[in-house]
């Protein structure tokens, strides 16, 4: 049996509109499907983004729906474009779950990432030594040509963090990460140099949640929190042994709280550089 066609984000979020805008002038799929002279099992799967919608059905909807918002219209068409666009992710697809794809998408289009980490650093901030370790700890089955096609896949993510209208990057740390010998001591202290000097950056901001700090919002781990422009929603995203879990609001809410209660507990910017660079130093 062929393994079911993964429905990215993009697509599903574009057909909930256009569901939104038919029920809205209550109309049945049948009636779009007449105007646009389409089957009515065609509509559906536009709704459900397993076959996205092209420009001029799009637009023959847009006028039946009566949709004369013309902000609303522009959204939508963009992330008409957006959906049918090949990005140089897509050339990971094969190698990587498509929620994964999804995750590296959303990061491309990202205008602020909040993240905690409790086990490892955030990927964007990782060298490719230490990413290389933990991937190929976490793939233990994988054989070296899956694992240097997952490398480089992190390593070209790392390109938004150079990028004039890169995302804000808000990172809290547990300060166990630091203390976790991914590798040898001189090649994590040179990692850990790095994260400092990511810090400085004004587009980043690291805070380390202390062990002092004790118990906290978030035993069940790490998670990331996505805004993105207005046309799409918040989103936030965290990995689990089966698989990702994408949350958009307002159900993320409460991880949002979580966040800002973490937050609340961490050492502020300057002391967590110097927190990092003192271990670093106890490395080399």
Do not use: C
């Not at 490892?120 to 694992?147: C, H, N, S």
């Not at 994408?246 to 550089?273: C, G, K, W």
């Amino acid at each position: 049996m062929a393994a079911p066609k993964w429905v990215t984000l993009r697509a599903q979020w574009l057909g909930q509109q256009l569901r939104d805008l038919r029920e809205a002038n209550g109309l049945l799929l049948r009636d779009a499907a007449e105007y646009l002279q389409r089957d009515p099992s065609t509509v559906s799967r536009f709704e459900t983004g397993e076959y996205p919608i092209r420009r001029p059905d799009l637009l023959a909807l847009l006028g039946l729906y009566g949709l004369a918002d013309s902000r609303r219209r522009d959204n939508l068409m963009r992330l008409s474009q957006d959906v049918w666009q090949k990005g140089w992710w897509d050339g990971y697809a094969e190698d990587v779950a498509g929620s994964f794809i999804d995750y590296v998408w959303l990061e491309s289009r990202a205008r602020q990432i909040r993240a905690f980490d409790n086990t490892l650093l955030l990927g964007l901030f990782q060298t490719e030594q230490y990413a290389r370790a933990v991937i190929t700890a976490a793939e233990f089955d994988a054989d070296p040509d899956q694992i240097d096609r997952w490398v480089q896949l992190r390593m070209t993510r790392q390109a938004i963090l150079k990028n004039d209208d890169g995302p804000h990057v808000l990172a809290i740390i547990d300060e166990a990460v630091l203390h976790r010998r991914v590798l040898g001591r001189s090649d994590l202290s040179r990692q850990f140099e790095l994260l400092v000097e990511y810090s400085s950056r004004p587009n980043i901001e690291i805070r380390i949640l202390p062990f002092s700090a004790g118990a906290h919002a978030s035993p069940t781990g790490a998670f990331r929190i996505i805004r993105m422009d207005e046309r799409f929603p918040e989103v936030a995203y965290a990995e689990t042994p089966k698989g990702a879990i994408y949350v958009e609001s307002p159900d993320n809410e409460r991880l949002i709280r979580t966040y800002d209660e973490l937050r609340r507990l961490t050492l502020d910017p300057q002391r967590s550089a110097e927190l990092i660079s003192a271990i670093a130093e106890e490395l080399r």
